[in-house]
């Protein structure tokens, strides 16, 4: 069904359908919501009228770019709630809304089988269903227009009235003149919703974060693109799709930072990433010493070739030697002594680096440099941005910037690095990034766990939040890790990689299990690459790294559907809280993957689960298979109750395709 | 504080600060909220920004015919939530907002605090804030504005850089500080909300519906208006304050009902007041039978005198002998026989009226010649209407008249008769009715009373929905007042009187225990008073009448300004199902009520109450005294639990007022 029907105003008194609280819908409409291409929205509304006629409606949608709105089916699901589908096929933004109207023909059809019923039918009652059908063939066209009004004609002659009755509630009338409503009455709701596509990638993504100067066997010798093309093979392998590096421009001299933080670098120590700038540009130039653009090119390009995307970290800030702060003095704070205002969090100063000022009179200017930023590496090829910090940042220019972007390229994708308070976090969502950071680092106990992506996967914030769950990053060594040794790892790994659809890890510090912070209580790395170069193809090589296991678990979740998104998440109950339980499936059960962690690295945990046995398409009295794709073990579970015993030395979790058995002629037979 | 600043538009980029999830706040901000004169408003947002600067912000409101806003202050409560509450004290409409804007001066004391902690303030420090206040000081006038250049020049020159921090930390430039924001970059949500308000009786009402032409000692006697004013007293006794009458129009002719709904009436039968219009005058007559319209003023007056406002029944239908159906035919649907279309639910047929049909081309003449009907009343002294039916005529039309009726006189109070599904009723009372019939004759479990007004004195319904509670109308006779017996009529006058602020007794029928149906499954009376004339004038003479009872509930109802509001409404568990009980309170404890109730109208009931004593304004270790309104017994009760026992031959309920005791220097006292 794709007609011309446009939702209008109402001013007409006779508008007499009211639409309530259309869902989905973020902030009464004012931030859209998110699907990937092919994904369904199912739209709700309470629909109804004053009185006891009957209504119809439809659910409208269309991309902004298109002029006419395509119209499917929406149906009653009880106490004025109506519910209708429709899927995006397309990247960019659609808008979608509902409209209905009293059907004075489905009414009457109603109250004409209920005469019939009560033997009290009079020819008026048969006449009046004529009118309503001449109408409809006065708004049908060609075959359904004569066949109407030889239906009209028929209702209005035929002398028996029970006859002309049942004639009247044939199915093939109803279907001609649902295709013909009286919509001049229509109510269309006052909000045009939007869903903004983004491509699959958004959903469901595994990160490889890579510091590209520590790709080197030698510590001494700051490594450039071109070497990092030799590290590829090693992070497909490991079945990553995201390959993420750190700031790529020029490093700023002044007050650089050395080894492990210290405020005296020595000649050598390549300065912290994050203080962007140089004589040498800022940042839309590459690091010298990483090599030319061509170069990036290259690597971008041979990335590819392996099925990694590069992503380039975002991060607005700048180094006293960043060109900005001669060209354009104004996009920053002055100081009341003429110094330009580095940044701060009194006692706390980082003088390497000056923050942008928003509240310049010339932000106008700066919002669009900004920008131009993003265009500039989207033209070399990039399409992922992990954004630095972006909470310290307006609002309003994320909203902007991401959405100038993303009206030039649709598929790019953007990760919100936010770790603040939950609304702020919230806000970035909602004004465009594609994937949020989370609390997941310091998530460590199944009612923390549990609590947090019930928040994350459900209700409006999953319309908006797509959690991305890193174990680890540059400037997290969460207390878990350092504690918990390798068991530690292999836990926080199967959670991030199984709990959300989106995850990533800071390597190869995790898959080597390093977990040796600068100073006890600190989160900061010992020796962190942030500060120095560290010899990466020197340490892969090193025994005892988690590759394996992590290539396992990306390739358990590139195979099992279920696993890519984050809405279809439930919570099972485990009778020991070291224990954490949930599954995923596919809408139509033809995936479902159970999940069970030992929280506690130390120890060997079991406990009975009790799940709940329709989540995984089973019953309470029905045995199934629980498949384990990491063991490879097979256990034959039997309704809600389930002992599991994990011994962290080995694996602390289970990962299990759950396989429903059939009863066929002869036998059994496994669904797989 | 009363400014003259007006939320403004954003379109500035350097708007730093927003504003989300304003409340209470309905459907978007689609309806207003209602509040009576008097009552506070207490509005939260979201209200936060990007970065660590700090944020002020104000809560602005104004009555709709002021044209300057008045400000008050709004506090952090946690997780980026803020809270203001101003107070509403005139009739009409309010509408308010949210304003904040980052406060560099607050931000500024703050991190100068921690600088001088940390020993590290330098010049340029204490500088800024020189700055900040000196351009405050732009912003001030008269003494401020002296004292704020004075405080700024003095920062700027004290060559002791401690001494001059200390001295900018000081309470008093903060104060004046506080008057004096730099609101340039200010956010004011982008909604403006709605508040109605409402006199004192929209909250708190007490009805007692009658048919003023049975005040008569003799069925065979219509009786008019004048007759009516000796039962005034009787009424007045019982401590109403709303006296309701039935429509009072000329009774149609054609198809009249007789006794019993009987479709042929005895020539004398009056008919039902509900089929209005005649050869004498439709909506704007009274009944010759009822008297002249100079008595009907007079018999407003003489209610008035005894403390009663009287309320009308608005019936938008007609008889087919109204003067519309002549002069009006376009207003009504047309048969293709050429008959007007009578109100039907097929196969039932309700031949004695014609609804008027909304969809008429001529629908505004439709729509203001309804609300002059009302205008018609409102000139002849009536405040308070009960709408007969409001669900079957289109809900913008609704929206429309009460709005119209309001902007005249804002102190009509419309009550809506909507007995239909619960959307239908929300949205009614949305669009503006002031008290809503419930579902309450139809509750009768414990659960369901529980359950019920759990959903209408909470949230956001409770902001829009005043829940009027009635045991009994002229069409329901519930079946637990058909079996219940007297205990039965005790018990839902109890829970009607004191679960909701309004409440309503169709009578005499209830004070006098009528409780006979029309047929066995019917909750229609037998003989009822819609087709017949009663001697009530007779009746209420009868022994047994539950009217001393019904005095002291309303008595309990006035003495305790908890039992004159909906939102504190509060359930407490008991230990036997057929024990209900429930506490409602003053915000400040200064009054405070707790209910049980026996809902087993034919045994002895007892069981253990467990009542949240933080609720009662005492504690789970505090002795405290329950003293029974209804029987005057105190019992000295002690923490949560508590035994009861309720013998419905007796009395079916406590209400008990809580009385906690204070301990003095010599002994004990209790609270009154």
């Not at 902004?64 to 395509?70: P, Q």
């Not at 295709?179 to 595994?206: H, I, K, M, Q």
């Not at 600190?522 to 590759?547: M, Q």
């Not at 009975?608 to 089973?618: F, I, K, S, Y």
Request: aromatic residues 12%; contains cysteine.
């Amino acid at each position: 069904m794709a007609k011309k029907e446009r939702p209008a105003a109402q001013s007409d008194g006779r508008n007499r359908v009211v639409i309530e609280r259309m869902d989905p819908r973020i902030d009464c409409g004012r931030f859209p919501i998110k699907r990937v291409v092919g994904e369904p929205v199912t739209v709700e509304a309470d629909v109804f009228a004053d009185g006891h006629d009957a209504i119809s409606g439809l659910l409208l949608h269309r991309h902004i770019r298109d002029e006419e709105w395509a119209e499917s089916a929406i149906e009653h699901i009880g106490n004025d709630r109506w519910r209708g589908t429709f899927q995006v096929l397309k990247l960019g933004e659609y808008e979608y809304s509902i409209q209905a109207w009293i059907d004075h023909f489905k009414t009457w059809r109603r109250d004409l089988r209920k005469r019939l019923d009560a033997g009290q039918v009079e020819p008026a009652d048969v006449q009046m269903g004529a009118e309503l059908i001449d109408a409809a063939s006065g708004r049908a066209s060609g075959a359904d227009k004569k066949a109407l009004a030889d239906w009209a004609s028929s209702l209005a002659t035929i002398p028996n009235r029970l006859e002309a009755a049942n004639l009247a509630l044939s199915a093939e009338l109803a279907a001609i003149m649902d295709r013909y409503p009286d919509r001049s009455l229509a109510t269309t709701a006052g909000e045009r919703l939007r869903v903004v596509v983004e491509r699959e990638r958004a959903r469901f993504s595994s990160w490889y974060e890579f510091f590209p100067r520590s790709c080197t066997p030698d510590a001494s010798r700051h490594a450039t693109l071109a070497d990092c093309v030799s590290i590829l093979p090693y992070v497909a392998g490991m079945g990553f799709d995201v390959f993420y590096l750190p700031p790529v421009h020029p490093v700023g001299r002044t007050h650089r930072k050395g080894k492990n933080n210290t405020l005296v670098p020595a000649r050598k120590d390549p300065g912290s990433p994050w203080a962007i700038g140089a004589d040498t540009g800022g940042h839309t130039a590459l690091n010298p010493d990483l090599g030319t653009l061509e170069q990036f090119d290259q690597f971008v390009a041979e990335a590819a070739q392996s099925g990694l995307e590069v992503a380039l970290d975002i991060a607005f800030q700048c180094s006293p030697d960043h060109p900005y702060v001669k060209a354009h003095p104004e996009w920053f704070q002055h100081r009341p002594d003429g110094a330009i205002q580095y940044a701060e969090n009194p006692p706390k100063k980082y003088e390497d680096i000056y923050p942008f000022n928003f509240e310049t009179s010339d932000w106008k200017a700066l919002w669009e440099e900004l920008r131009d930023v993003f265009l500039f590496w989207v033209d070399h090829g990039v399409r992922i941005f992990r954004v630095d910090n972006p909470h310290t940042k307006p609002f309003a220019f994320w909203e902007w910037v991401i959405s100038e972007i993303r009206q030039r390229n649709p598929g790019v994708i953007f990760l919100s690095e936010a770790f603040t308070r939950p609304k702020v976090m919230y806000r970035l969502a909602k004004a465009g990034f594609s994937q949020s950071y989370t609390y997941f680092p310091w998530r460590n106990t199944s009612w923390e766990l549990r609590q947090y992506h019930d928040v994350v996967t459900r209700g409006e914030i999953a319309e908006y939040f797509r959690p991305n769950s890193w174990p680890n990053t540059p400037d997290i060594l969460p207390e878990y890790l350092q504690t918990g040794g390798r068991p530690a790892f292999m836990t926080r790994l199967v959670l991030a990689a199984t709990l959300t659809a989106n995850y990533g890890i800071y390597g190869p510090a995790f898959e080597l299990v390093e977990n040796v912070p600068r100073e006890p209580g600190s989160e900061e790395y010992l020796d962190s690459e942030k500060y120095e170069i560290r010899a990466r193809l020197a340490d892969i090589e090193k025994p005892g790294s988690l590759k394996d296991f992590v290539a396992l678990i990306n390739r358990i979740r590139r195979e099992n559907p279920a696993l890519q998104s984050d809405r279809n998440l439930v919570f099972h109950n485990a009778d020991n809280p070291e224990l954490i339980c949930y599954s995923k499936r596919t809408h139509d059960f033809s995936n479902v993957i159970l999940v069970v962690v030992n929280l506690d690295p130390h120890h060997v945990q079991s406990g009975w689960l009790d799940v709940n046995p329709r989540e995984l398409g089973t019953s309470s009295q029905a045995d199934y298979q629980a498949h384990d794709l990491i063991s490879g073990g097979r256990y034959l579970f039997h309704g809600r109750n389930n002992f599991v015993v994990l011994d962290p030395s080995k694996a602390p979790a289970h990962v299990f395709r759950i396989r429903r058995r059939v009863r066929t002629e002869q036998d059994f037979e496994y669904y797989l």
